[in-house]
């Protein structure tokens, strides 16, 4: 069994790290070049950087605080948010990332994961997608609604039809967020994570709604996920990383021992 990942999310926007509630009321909460510097020598074993307004706002991500980021810290580093091209793809791990994130630009031209896997590897390609739980239809049969523009525009799209879609266009790895769970701190969505962990043969990181150390270990085992996105639960100083991974150890959870 591989190794769970605890993977610490650095949301930024014009170039604070910044943190709200179900995509919503966002507040600035640290530096990220400060708070990446910290979670890499706390004991994280990936972090990802997600420019939370790019997209929507149509312009590119803002590369120097990339690179900032990239020389700080030695362990994977994702990046999402703005990316729309291969040569935005280029520019990203260029400055330093070992990964590349795509959500919105992927949903309207889904061509752009086969590019990037075949440009640089399927295993620098992460699908990121926002997922709304709207209840089952003909259209939406799974229950859930693949969103786009940061938590904006439906797309009428099923997420586990497009996850399974993302993987055979070459998807090295899910980013799966529920904005129904998202910065509430209540737990993960765990019947999505399980949905989609269950249907795909890539990795799936979970993210949204971790605030007690149960719902990692929930997260990682019912939910199935491979990884599991931390935010508020460190950002506010809850618990620490290496806190999480003694814990998640005590479950019997094969994690990384790096702290």
Not at 5 to 19: A, W, Y
Not at 114 to 129: D, K, R
Request: glycine share 10%.
């Amino acid at each position: 069994m591989l190794s769970k990942r605890i993977i610490p999310c650095l949301d930024v926007h014009e170039g604070k790290t910044t943190k709200g509630i179900k995509f919503k009321n966002n507040i600035d909460i640290g530096d990220p070049v400060d708070m990446a510097k910290y979670y890499y020598h706390a004991g994280a074993d990936e972090i990802v950087f997600y420019d939370i307004t790019a997209s929507h706002e149509k312009r590119g991500i803002m590369l120097d605080v990339v690179r900032r980021v990239a020389e700080t810290i030695f362990i994977p580093f994702s990046v999402g948010g703005g990316i729309r091209t291969i040569d935005d793809m280029r520019h990203v791990l260029l400055a330093g990332a070992e990964k590349v994130s795509v959500n919105s630009a992927a949903v309207q031209h889904p061509e752009i994961i086969s590019q990037g896997a075949e440009a640089f590897g399927s295993q620098c390609i992460v699908l990121g997608m926002d997922v709304k739980h709207v209840g089952k239809s003909d259209t939406i049969p799974s229950g859930y609604e693949i969103v786009i523009n940061g938590g904006r525009t439906y797309m009428g799209m099923d997420a586990l039809d497009w996850a399974i879609r993302g993987q055979a266009l070459g998807a090295g790895e899910i980013c799966l967020n529920s904005i129904d769970a998202d910065g509430t701190q209540d737990g993960y969505e765990l019947n999505l994570t399980a949905l989609i962990s269950s249907h795909v043969d890539i990795p799936v990181i979970a993210s949204g709604g971790a605030g007690a150390l149960e719902h990692i270990s929930d997260v990682l085992t019912i939910g199935k996920a491979d990884a599991a996105l931390i935010a508020s639960i460190v950002h506010y100083g809850t618990y620490q990383i290496s806190e999480i991974k003694s814990y998640l150890e005590s479950q019997n959870i094969k994690i990384r021992k790096n702290w």
